[in-house]
């Protein structure tokens, strides 16, 4: 499968706990996004990296989260002091210097 | 930050054509229409995309109007496997990186 591939798929953790996810885009795609959903809501944009460059970052993204892209491959999102409100499916997609975006399956994480 | 209003929901026959609606009526001139659809469970899908001419693929056909202020998604024979929630999308240069979903419009197609 050369598709995007997300892990953990789904992640329960207790508040206070940090959580990191990983997102491996499809191969040679310079293009990665990550997005948040939740129930009921479209996805909403968190952060954009173009190779390893963290280019744009949205209001949404608070000093907890924090996103990597070391050497301009996979792809990490850490939520640090997990608040209930982190509940959601983090999306994550990529593509190569187009505006097509390919969608990963999601990581759904549920904070108790 | 909606620049795209959708209706919420939609029915469609099994068969039939599949006519999604959507107003954009603040698209400005640089600014294309994408379409994504959610199939339930699974991350968005690129659907098709355009800027002022209608546009057809093997998923389906974009009607844009003459003014640039509303669009049509076609499904031409809509089937079982196309219910899904399906995302209207204003995206320019203008706008960075950034694509705003909004909720969409929740296909069902009856068999």
């Known amino acids: 499968d050369t598709g995007v591939s997300q892990n953990p798929r789904h992640k329960i953790t207790k508040r206070g706990q940090n959580v990191t996810f990983r997102c491996d885009p499809i191969?040679?795609?310079?293009?990665l996004y990550w997005y948040r959903q939740t129930l009921g809501q479209g996805p909403e944009f968190l952060t954009y990296?173009?190779?390893?460059?963290?280019?744009?970052k949205s209001r949404l993204l608070s000093d907890r989260f924090s996103a990597e892209r070391p050497k301009g491959s996979f792809s990490t999102l850490e939520i640090q002091r997990t608040e209930q409100g982190d509940s959601a499916m983090y999306l994550c997609?990529?593509?190569?210097?187009?505006?097509?975006?390919?969608f990963g399956p999601g990581t759904r994480l549920t904070v108790l | 930050d909606a620049k795209t209003t959708q209706p919420t929901s939609m029915d469609c026959a099994e068969g039939r054509a599949a006519n999604l609606p959507c107003n954009h009526s603040t698209i400005s001139g640089n600014e294309y229409v994408y379409w994504y659809r959610q199939i339930h469970s699974q991350g968005p899908q690129y659907i098709i995309h355009?800027?002022?001419n209608n546009e057809t693929n093997e998923m389906a056909s974009l009607i844009i109007t003459e003014d640039r202020k509303s669009s049509t998604l076609i499904l031409p024979h809509a089937t079982l496997r196309d219910t899904a929630v399906y995302y209207c999308i204003v995206h320019g240069s203008i706008t960075g990186n950034q694509f705003y979903f909004g909720t969409g419009t929740s296909l069902t197609v009856i068999p």
């Open positions: 191969s040679e795609h310079n293009r």
């Open positions: 997609a990529s593509s190569l210097d187009t505006v097509e975006q390919f």
């Open positions: 990296f173009q190779n390893e460059a963290q280019l744009e």
């Open positions: 355009g800027l002022k």
